[in-house]
């Protein structure tokens, strides 16, 4: 049943070492999204694809990268994390925009929570 | 840049008893309006959308939300809570002729509601 599918659901790396979370989906949906969502805070549109076209935030910073190979998988690169970026990681995807103005419902994983230390 | 207000951070109530959660989001043009709940240990889901049409819009487990455009507003209502209702409650925004997909939330509402 499982829809979006984000794996691990917990990650712990070290501070500058580089990680990488995933996230699948079954819905074959055109746009994946990684929001970021510190504690107590609202989540943050990182990035997203529409199909293969990158659409990335004007204030993600570059330590964090991602990559969809196909439609099914998004990957989120956080090349150095520091402490700063421990956080919980939603992945969305949604499956069109009837328009470039028309935002579709978007469907989240269960995030993964990634500490630095 | 447009933002999502969510005046309560934490509403504790027992159950049976009324719920209104506030929204209000800054941005003079056509918005598309959202409310999501996360239950513990679980993701975000949707509750319900506005998109366009009528104003009171229902959505999944007896909610229903309001959108006032004079006051740039979409609360949260249900009429009576029940325990599994515990939860946290994000409204969400997208400004049409944004960024696609770029949707704005609010930081949350835990909502406790005792038995």
């Known amino acids: 049943d499982a829809m979006v599918i984000q794996n691990p659901r917990y990650q712990v790396t070290q501070f500058g070492k580089p990680v990488t979370l995933s996230c699948s989906q079954t819905l074959n949906h055109n746009v994946m999204y990684w929001y970021q969502q510190k504690s107590s805070q609202a989540p943050k549109l990182l990035f997203h694809?529409?199909?293969?076209?990158?659409?990335n935030e004007a204030d993600t910073p570059d330590n964090f990268q991602s990559r969809r190979p196909n439609t099914s998988f998004c990957f989120l690169d956080i090349r150095s994390p520091g402490l700063g970026d421990a956080a919980m990681y939603l992945c969305?995807?949604?499956?069109?925009?009837?328009?470039?103005?028309?935002?579709?419902?978007?469907?989240f994983g269960p995030g993964t929570r990634l500490t630095v230390l | 840049a447009q933002s999502v207000s969510q005046h309560n951070h934490h509403v504790i109530l027992s159950e049976a008893a009324s719920l209104e959660l506030g929204c209000n989001y800054s941005y003079g043009g056509t918005v598309n309006l959202f409310w999501y709940v996360q239950y513990p240990g679980q993701h975000l889901q949707l509750l319900l959308k506005?998109?366009?049409?009528?104003?009171l819009v229902k959505g999944i487990k007896g909610f229903e939300a309001e959108f006032i455009k004079s006051k740039f507003s979409f609360n949260l209502r249900k009429p009576s809570v029940q325990w599994s209702d515990t939860a946290e409650y994000f409204c969400a925004v997208n400004a049409r002729g944004s960024t696609l997909g770029r949707l704005y939330f609010g930081r949350g509402t835990q909502l406790t509601v005792w038995p």
């Open positions: 694809y529409y199909d293969k076209d990158f659409n």
């Open positions: 969305a995807t949604s499956r069109d925009a009837i328009d470039r103005g028309l935002t579709d419902t978007q469907y």
């Open positions: 506005y998109f366009s049409g009528d104003p």
